[in-house]
Antibody, heavy 121, light 106 residues
Framework: QVQLVESGGGVVQPGKSLRLSCAAS????????MHWVRQAPGKGLEWVGI????????YYADSVKGRFTISRDNSENTVSLLMNRLRGEDTAVYYC??????????????WGKGTTVTVSS | SYVLTQLASVSVAPGQTARIVCGGRNIGSKGVHWYQQKPRQAPVLVVFEDTDRPSGIPVRFSGSNSGDTATLTISRVEAGDEADYYCQVWDSNTLVFGGGTHLTVL
């Protein structure tokens, strides 16, 4: 079945870096754009960014632009989120999510269970 | 930047109809998508492109979108529908979520 499994979360000090990964299975990964979405404790969903199916295009939320980078490896069916210069407000559950198949449509039909990032000294 | 506005909470008795509203400037010109999130779970898509339901989502869930308001309607509400609901659009290369509405089933 279609599945996304995030990993790499943990506790990290402010100013440090962390890389999250998301392993995809059950679908033709190389054909789909992929998102990262986060949710701070007790708060709503916040979109982090998207990478196109071939990695040629990436867009980010203003809150992470210049600090976070999304990449993908279509040979390994993985998408990653490199987070630099982490701040307390980056503390959240981070979800990876699959974009739908329709061209020029942007919403998610499959989500992972999430991985927790805590930024604290 | 584009803003989506949702009421923080809505309450409804079992068997009644819940309407969860999402406001945005000329949102009727955009495709609106809705997610349900239960505690400690990942979100689930319940309505896409204003009115369509993914397979497996009950027909009790429906959507509409016109003018400055999109609405998720849940008919014959059940206890298991208690959750947070988020609307979402795509605007100017940015994906935007509403702040979420918590549905309480009385």
């Amino acid at each position: 079945q279609v599945q996304l499994v995030e990993s790499g979360g943990g506790v990290v000090q402010p100013g440090k870096s962390l890389r999250l990964s998301c392993a995809a299975s059950g679908f033709t990964f190389r054909s789909y754009d992929m998102h990262w979405v986060r949710q701070a404790p007790g708060k709503g969903l916040e979109w982090v960014g998207i990478i196109s199916f071939d990695g040629s295009n990436r867009y980010y939320a203003d809150s992470v632009k210049g600090r976070f980078t999304i990449s993908r490896d279509n040979s390994e069916n993985t998408v990653s989120l490199l987070m630099n210069r982490l701040r307390g407000e980056d503390t959240a559950v981070y979800y990876c999510a699959k974009n739908v198949a329709s061209p020029y449509k942007f919403y998610m039909d499959v989500w992972g269970k999430g991985t927790t990032v805590t930024v604290s000294s | 930047s584009y803003v989506l506005t949702q009421l923080a909470s809505v309450s409804v008795a079992p068997g009644q109809t819940a309407r969860i509203v999402c406001g945005g400037r000329n949102i009727g010109s955009k495709g609106v998508h809705w997610y349900q999130q239960k505690p400690r779970q990942a979100p689930v898509l319940v309505v896409f492109e204003d009115t369509d339901r993914p397979s497996g989502i009950p027909v009790r869930f429906s959507g509409s979108n016109s003018g400055d308001t999109a609405t998720l309607t849940i008919s014959r509400v059940e206890a298991g529908d208690e959750a947070d609901y988020y609307c979402q659009v795509w605007d100017s290369n940015t994906l935007v979520f509403g702040g979420g509405t918590h549905l309480t089933v009385l």
